[in-house]
């Protein structure tokens, strides 16, 4: 089993473009959540999801957009790129409940 | 506000010198206790989920323990190959999704 893909592994965006951070996941699991690493900062939620068609806000949302039409596949949208959004990007998945989450291997993105 | 705070921030050990990380932790309801390990440029690896105050978890030498405030990952014999990131995170009631929030880590190196 491939786990949690993230792709891709590195982009580097001008201040005001867009992209998708890709994460796809083969476990079948009903949760999948975005997280960004910063130095000092720790792991960030972003936005989450319980199911395909469900998604709800994290710690720090602003300037990012999910969604969820698949128990798959949970892509993550910078609709304007922002230097601070310059950061360690790490997509995950688990089971129902309170149970360990299973991580990508990132991505990294510099906005310039 | 659940809040998770590690320590020390970094800790060299020479090879075979054993030692602990400290996790303490501030949340309502206590739904599971996770150790991760990441590598540089890795995502986070799963180690174990303690639930309950007085569990114990061992894997090769390391060895996970919970008390109602904190947590240690005690390190017996440390090997080179043992030097990463090691990330505490908490999941707390209040919701059926398990948000994990996460500590900043501790820098784990051996030397040989």
């Known amino acids: 089993n491939a786990g949690v893909t993230q792709t891709p592994k590195f982009q580097v965006l001008k201040t005001g473009q867009s992209m998708t951070l890709q994460c796809a996941q083969d476990?079948?699991?009903?949760?999948m959540s975005w997280y960004r690493q910063d130095p000092g900062m720790g792991l960030r939620l972003i936005h989450y999801?319980?199911?395909?068609?469900?998604?709800d806000q994290g710690e720090v949302p602003n300037g990012y957009n999910v969604s969820r039409s698949t128990t798959e596949d949970f892509p993550l949208r910078l609709l304007s790129a922002a230097p601070s959004q310059t950061s360690v990007y790490f997509c995950?998945?688990?089971?129902?409940?309170?149970?360990?989450?299973?991580f990508g291997q990132g991505t990294r993105l510099t906005v310039v | 506000e659940d809040q998770v705070t590690q320590s020390p921030e970094a800790l060299r050990l020479q090879e075979g010198e054993s030692s602990s990380l400290n996790c303490s932790y501030t949340?309502?309801?206590?739904?599971?206790l996770f150790w991760y390990r990441q590598d540089p440029g890795k995502g986070p690896e799963f180690l174990f989920t303690?639930?309950?105050a007085g569990e114990e978890k061992e894997k090769e030498r390391l060895k996970a323990t919970l008390t109602k405030k904190e947590s240690f990952l005690h390190i017996t014999a440390p090997k080179p190959e043992d030097s990463a990131t090691y990330l505490c995170?908490?999941?707390?009631?209040?919701?059926?999704?398990?948000?994990?929030?996460f500590g900043q880590g501790t820098i784990l190196t051996v030397h040989p």
């Open positions: 995950a998945s688990q089971t129902r409940g309170y149970t360990e989450a299973f």
């Open positions: 476990m079948n699991h009903e949760y």
């Open positions: 999801s319980v199911g395909a068609g469900i998604t």
């Open positions: 949340v309502s309801g206590l739904r599971g």
């Open positions: 303690l639930y309950s």
């Open positions: 995170a908490v999941s707390a009631g209040g919701t059926s999704y398990g948000k994990l929030t």
